[in-house]
């Protein structure tokens, strides 16, 4: 409670900026029903009746639209969010756009100076100070530098962080209001979701890191010399300003212009769908924006990727995941897909239910050929049916992949991206269950086993030393109580054959294995050596009839 009354004193004035925008744009229901009543109270402001006859989610829209940038991409994040809302709400957010009026060259010319250290004119060739795209945190222009090179000119707008961080903190009270107030939006994990956003606003405020994650993916992409990443010229690159090279190409959704290039669609659509699943499924870093704006065809059927400000992470385990997903849509897989989906469940879902669901679901793949987007639509609808919460860096995937497939239809409408990323599948499974991957599994296995070894004598004798201080009460029934002196005299026996083998496994093995005597081409030693490790192993796993 006394957070909540530093945070309203605070950032009272926003705070009143914001219910005066919600009321205007009929969104003040919505405050309501998340129960945000308290943030309205007081607010000096009127409906716009020009919104009587829009629904609620072109009247949220509008309301984001004009609370500005961090609302903007928080909207633009629960787009991606199909497992969380319905279609008709993320089709409308999917509508949000951060264009907007440009600012005047002269409220930005000053801060462009300081950052390149001298005028424009003075640093490159030639600079149009007209924008060729403005958004509501920074602005592009075109130039040349002097040693010839197209650029663009990325630049923020000024003195935006201030207003970013405040907004990020009142938010991030507010999801941990709803969360502790309301558990029908509880699971949602509306505290995780402000995390993303704050985590990806940062980044994006920082175009130092769009510089990073552009570099970092046209380095895990060089070995394709189809796929065209813009270069970056740190020399010139800041927080606040970033030159890239200019990649010249047709949109993809200009069919006309691709067919008079002499340009192949389904060899264009081909090659950009391989390098998106190379960014996810190999190098876990992906343009997670392939909007048609974002990607240009080139000569000779290359494909250039532009505007690296919203990118993807995926971790190994995650990449599991998505292999387990995928190899369930194309094989029909029920089991695998309820693998999947039973992590994301909780103590209130009903698992017979899931079950039966997923049973459902990859019946109906079967039915026909199979469409991408409409597969991973009908994915996260299950997901929102039965309340669970996708990880947002998977549903971020999700509507990455969506995005990229609609965008491979406009330019080859018979392509089927199943198709295009088998080879890519098959060589990714091949190297996480190949042989030499197999075998660093089980050395870290034994390194495991022989650390949980090295540990046990300690924690049982800390165990022991508690006991006898009394510091450890329990009140425990046993059942065949009469039995546990013998099972721990046998425990305790395997335990030290288990170090010994360990040890002899790690330290002493390897090193005969390179002495000793010759039979057969064979040292004698490390034969024997072999034989005990065995032995060991055999004597541990052997079945007891007291076990």
Same mark, same amino acid.
């Not at 380095?219 to 970056?232: A, R």
């Not at 340009?263 to 190999?282: C, D, K, N, V, Y």
């Not at 790690?506 to 004698?524: D, H, I, Q, W």
């Given at each position: 409670?006394?957070?909540?009354?530093?945070?309203?004193?605070?950032?009272?004035?926003?705070?009143?900026?914001?219910?005066?925008?919600?009321?205007?744009?009929?969104?003040?229901?919505?405050?309501?029903? !998340?129960? !945000?009543?308290a943030l309205l109270k007081g607010a000096a402001s009127e409906r716009d009746n020009t919104t009587n006859d829009l629904t609620a989610p072109e009247r949220l829209r509008l309301t984001i639209e004009a609370l500005g940038p961090v609302f903007i991409k928080l909207g633009?994040? !629960?787009?991606?969010?199909?497992? !969380?809302?319905?279609?008709?709400?993320?089709?409308?957010?999917?509508?949000?756009?951060s264009h907007v009026t440009p600012a005047p060259w002269e409220e930005l010319k000053t801060q462009v100076e300081a950052?390149?250290?001298?005028?424009?004119?003075?640093?490159?060739?030639?600079?149009?100070?007209?924008?060729?795209?403005a958004g509501s945190i920074a602005q592009v222009y075109c130039a040349r530098l002097k040693t010839g090179e197209d650029v663009i000119v990325k630049v923020r707008r000024p003195n935006l962080r201030p207003q970013v961080e405040a907004d990020l903190k009142l938010l991030s009270h507010l999801a941990g209001l709803i969360e502790n107030e309301n558990p029908d939006v509880a699971r949602f994990r509306p505290k995780d979701i402000l995390r993303h956003l704050s985590e990806a606003m940062h980044e994006e405020l920082d175009l130092t890191a769009e510089g990073r994650n552009c570099e970092a993916i046209a380095?895990?992409?060089?070995?394709?010399?189809?796929?065209?990443?813009?270069?970056?010229y740190w020399d010139y690159s800041g927080e606040t300003l970033l030159v890239q090279g200019f990649v010249n190409?047709?949109?993809?959704?200009?069919?006309?212009?691709?067919?008079?290039?002499?340009?192949?669609?389904?060899?264009?659509?081909? @090659?950009?769908?391989?390098?998106?699943?190379?960014?996810?499924?190999?190098?876990?870093l992906f343009h997670a924006d392939p909007h048609p704006g974002?990607?240009?065809?080139?000569?000779?059927?290359?494909?250039?990727?532009?505007?690296?400000?919203?990118?993807?992470?995926?971790?190994?385990?995650?990449?599991?995941?998505?292999?387990?997903?995928?190899?369930?849509?194309?094989?029909?897989?029920?089991?695998?897909?309820?693998?999947?989906?039973?992590?994301?469940?909780n103590d209130q879902t009903d698992l017979r239910a899931l079950e039966a669901a997923a049973e459902a679901y990859v019946v109906k793949?079967?039915?026909?050929?199979?469409?991408?987007?409409?597969?991973?639509?009908?994915?996260?609808?299950?997901?929102?049916?039965?309340?669970?919460?996708?990880?947002?860096?998977?549903?971020?995937?999700?509507?990455?992949?969506?995005?990229?497939?609609?965008?491979?239809?406009?330019?080859?409408?018979?392509?089927?991206?199943?198709?295009?990323?088998?080879?890519?599948?098959?060589?990714?499974? @091949?190297?996480?269950?190949?042989?030499?991957?197999?075998?660093?599994?089980?050395?870290?296995?034994?390194?495991?086993?022989?650390?949980?070894?090295?540990?046990?004598?300690?924690?049982?004798r800390l165990l022991i030393h508690r006991l006898r201080q009394g510091k450890i009460h329990a009140a425990v029934e046993l059942q065949g109580i009469e039995?546990?002196?013998?099972?721990?005299?046998?425990?305790?026996? @395997?335990?030290?054959?288990?170090?010994?083998?360990?040890?002899?496994?790690?330290?002493?093995?390897?090193?005969?294995?390179?002495?000793?005597?010759?039979?057969?081409?064979?040292?004698?030693?490390g034969l024997l050596a072999v034989m005990v490790i065995i032995g060991g192993l055999i004597w541990l796993l052997r079945p007891r009839k007291d076990d």
């Open positions: 409670m006394f957070d909540t009354a530093v945070i309203a004193a605070r950032y009272r004035k926003r705070i009143g900026e914001i219910a005066a925008i919600l009321i205007r744009y009929g969104a003040d229901d919505l405050a309501r029903r !998340l129960g !945000l009543s633009q994040i !629960l787009s991606t969010r199909a497992d !969380l809302l319905s279609p008709e709400w993320t089709e409308e957010l999917e509508k949000l756009q950052d390149l250290g001298a005028a424009p004119a003075d640093v490159f060739a030639t600079f149009d100070p007209i924008p060729l795209a380095e895990n992409l060089k070995d394709q010399p189809d796929i065209e990443i813009p270069p970056i190409g047709i949109t993809p959704t200009d069919a006309k212009a691709i067919s008079d290039a002499g340009l192949s669609g389904p060899t264009l659509a081909q @090659r950009g769908a391989e390098a998106f699943l190379h960014m996810a499924l190999i190098d876990g974002n990607l240009r065809a080139l000569p000779d059927n290359r494909v250039g990727f532009i505007d690296f400000g919203m990118v993807g992470r995926l971790g190994a385990n995650r990449r599991e995941q998505i292999l387990t997903l995928l190899s369930a849509m194309i094989s029909g897989n029920a089991d695998g897909l309820n693998t999947v989906l039973l992590d994301w469940s793949l079967k039915t026909g050929p199979l469409q991408l987007a409409q597969a991973v639509t009908d994915f996260m609808t299950l997901a929102r049916t039965h309340e669970l919460v996708m990880p947002s860096d998977l549903a971020l995937l999700f509507k990455g992949l969506i995005t990229a497939d609609g965008v491979m239809h406009r330019l080859d409408p018979n392509f089927d991206i199943i198709k295009a990323s088998a080879p890519l599948v098959t060589q990714t499974l @091949r190297q996480r269950f190949g042989l030499k991957a197999l075998n660093g599994q089980a050395q870290n296995a034994a390194f495991d086993l022989y650390g949980l070894a090295r540990e046990t004598p300690s924690a049982l039995h546990i002196g013998r099972h721990i005299e046998r425990a305790a026996t @395997r335990l030290g054959v288990a170090i010994i083998a360990a040890a002899f496994a790690l330290g002493l093995a390897p090193s005969l294995l390179n002495t000793g005597p010759e039979l057969f081409g064979f040292r004698v030693t």
